[in-house]
């Protein structure tokens, strides 16, 4: 339940009084205040009511710290004055103090607002039962010496000696000794932490300022050690005298040291996690504390984590922060997120591994955050995946091949056989038959059908293919075979300038081919995307040129579509694995990293360069040594020229 509290705010500012308090409603106090900013205010407050305590700002337009302090003890009233500015000098502080303020504070450190109300009120409160004890005890010694033996806390009379002159049967329980023991001795006989130079000091301080609290521990008749919170008042009657109450907060101690201890074992453990750890507030998102690996982990230091809050940290747009928050706010709850983008100071982002659990402290709902960075293990997912794709890939190309080579051998026959028979017919009729034409461009059509079966053949076997020397000239050929009927029947035309003269470039034909064929596949989508039917700019450009880069020399191969163009976001991942802006239906987003992966193995580079809505390049350099040795010495397998027999046999 909060406790009550009356305050008097002297300020000119609404919001700096709301922020006192607020602060104070944060710490469990049930506030009612009021606002005063001139002295005919002032003393209007003070008449109205009774105040628990009073913050007086220093400076005000119309009044001061001074002179609200001194309308405050025009009344006679104890009410605790605190004094608050954003700019009091140190003489000034002093001054105030001398005054009868009883603790100033600057606004920029107001973290001390509810310690110093607190102690301020504890310390009214005992100034108010000393000094209506004082007037129990002038009212009748019989009152003061039953109240003194009826006290559950140690009371003392004491002279300006030290000597004791007077205890309750409490304090006896207390120390264990009895009456006349104690009242044989001096203040120094049972004080365990101050020397007797001090204790007279102290004697001499508390006469001259009337009262004094301070906590201090006595020795016990067995030797233990015991705490006490003392509060005493001087009376001048009798040649002075100390009245000094004593209350035992052993219990209250070694309950705090305990309590030090587990704060000391959880920090202990919360240092030593393995992952980052952070203490978040659940309804405004800021970090309240963080281990050193949240130090590590996000590049900050402790300090700079504890100014920032959670979005800070995250990398994700915070309407997803806030419906996790949302979503996972019972206390006691634990919860995990396998995954989420987060940013270090220099602005890398990586994924991390979140377990939270919603804990209650001093009312407020704070999220406990364990984070792991997984960029390993997402990393090892990926080639994990890639692997995957590839054996997948292989399987399936496997398979075509095997159906690529029996249909092969089933069509050589019947091709072999029409090529025989067209021979046969030229034979007989002679070159000046009408009939001869015919049978020349049967044998000429067969001839390219097993050329077609050849290539496809070559290009569905996926078995590891020995590295030799080939011409770009015949391997872009051998692609095009395969694909421009595909071409024509989308109305796409082909213009392809690959000079037969260019060196020849140390490969693996039918990988090279694969990666070919892919780009022009993904041309031609492109294409049809922008332009369903037919159009003159309906067209792909396929070139090869021989450049220098880098004191190398190159081999590049060039595909040009004028479909819609890659937006800069996503030219940035189209060489992930599976990422496709193709429907699952179409593409599976492995054409191009598998193509990007064979052009690397084959140390060359697999660029692109797009304009939205004008044109889409993808270009392949190839370097003309790339330090493979040939494994034959006859210059490796032959070119897609060499005819159909290797193919068909």
């Known amino acids: 339940m909060s406790k009550p509290l009356a305050v008097l705010i002297v300020e000119d500012s609404e919001s700096d009084a709301e922020i006192i308090v607020r602060l104070l409603t944060k710490a469990d106090y049930a506030v009612v205040y009021e606002r005063v900013e001139t002295a005919e205010l002032m003393r209007a407050a003070l008449a109205k009511r009774t105040w628990d305590i009073a913050i007086s700002d220093y400076n005000l337009p119309q009044f001061d710290g001074s002179a609200a302090l001194a309308v405050l003890q025009a009344t006679g009233q104890d009410i605790p004055f605190i004094a608050v500015s954003g700019e009091m000098g140190e003489e000034t502080a002093v001054a105030m103090m001398r005054a009868g303020a009883h603790d100033y504070l600057m606004k920029g450190h107001l973290s001390r607002l509810v310690p110093s109300v607190e102690r301020e009120l504890a310390n009214a409160k005992a100034r108010g039962e000393h000094r209506r004890a004082e007037v129990k005890v002038r009212a009748s010694e019989e009152r003061h010496r039953s109240i003194l033996q009826t006290a559950m806390d140690g009371v003392w009379l004491v002279d300006l000696q030290g000597r004791l002159l007077e205890v309750n049967d409490a304090y006896c329980q207390m120390s264990g000794y009895s ?3 104690l009242l044989a001795m001096r203040i120094p006989d049972l004080e365990a932490d101050q020397t007797a130079e001090l204790i007279a000091a102290s004697i001499q301080k508390v006469k001259a300022e009337g009262e004094a609290s301070f906590e201090t521990r006595h020795r016990r008749k067995d030797g233990s050690l015991i ?4 509060g005493i008042q001087y009376r001048p009657a009798e040649g002075g005298q100390f009245v000094v109450f004593l209350h035992d907060i052993t219990a209250r101690k070694q309950a705090a040291m305990a309590l030090r201890e587990s704060a000391n074992q959880y920090r202990e453990l919360f240092e030593s996690a393995s992952d980052a750890l952070l203490l978040i507030a659940s309804d405004t998102g800021q970090v309240m504390d963080a281990n050193n690996m949240a130090s590590v982990l996000y590049g900050y230091e402790r300090d700079e984590l504890l100014a920032r809050k959670n979005v800070d940290l995250s990398a994700e747009p915070e309407e997803t922060i806030s419906r996790t928050h ?22 890398t982002v990586f994924p991390v591994e979140i377990t939270a659990r919603t804990l209650i402290r001093k009312g407020q709902s704070i999220l406990l955050v364990a984070c792991r960075d997984i960029t390993e293990r997402k990393r090892a997912e990926e080639e994990r995946q890639q692997l995957l794709a590839q054996l997948l890939q292989a399987q399936k190309l496997e398979s075509i091949g095997t ?18 028979y067209a021979q046969l017919i030229l034979d007989r009729l002679g070159p000046d038959s009408p009939v001869s034409e015919f049978a020349t461009e049967i044998g000429k059509e067969t001839e390219r059908v097993a050329t077609i079966v050849k290539n496809l053949l070559s290009f569905a076997r996926h078995e590891k293919q020995s590295h030799s020397p080939a011409r770009m000239h015949d391997i872009v050929e051998a692609t095009l075979s395969l694909i421009r009927a595909v071409m024509r029947h989308d109305q796409v035309t082909l213009e392809v300038d690959v000079p037969e003269d260019l060196p020849q470039i140390k490969c693996r034909s039918q990988q090279i081919q694969q990666v070919i064929m892919n780009l022009l596949t993904n041309a031609r989508d492109a294409l049809n995307q922008r332009h369903p039917g ?3 700019n309906k067209k792909v450009l396929i070139t090869a040129r021989r450049i220098e880069r880098d004191g190398r020399q190159w081999v590049r191969t060039t595909v040009e579509d004028h479909g819609p163009g890659i937006p800069e976001d996503l030219r940035e991942r189209i060489f992930e694995p599976f990422f496709t802006t193709k429907p699952r239906d179409k593409g599976t987003g492995l054409g191009l990293s598998i193509s990007h992966g064979i052009v690397k193995d084959h140390g060359g580079e697999l660029r692109v360069e ?14 003309l040594d790339n330090g493979w040795h040939l494994e034959n010495g006859e210059g490796g397998t032959r070119n897609a020229e060499s005819g159909i027999k290797g193919a068909t046999s």
Do not use: C, Y
């Not at 705490?227 to 003392?230: E, P």
């Not at 709850?333 to 989420?340: A, K």
């Open 227 to 230: 705490d006490l919170a003392l």
């Open 403 to 420: 159906l690529a080579g029996g249909v092969a051998h089933e069509i050589n026959n019947p091709i072999m056989g029409i090529m025989n």
């Open 179 to 181: 009456a006349p023991e």
């Open 326 to 347: 949302e979503s996972q706010s019972k206390p006691g709850q634990v919860f995990n997120i396998p995954l989420r983008l987060h940013r270090k100071k220099d602005g």
């Open 534 to 536: 037919h159009d003159a």
């Open 610 to 623: 797009s304009t939205v809505g004008e044109f889409t390049r993808f270009h392949i350099d190839l370097p």
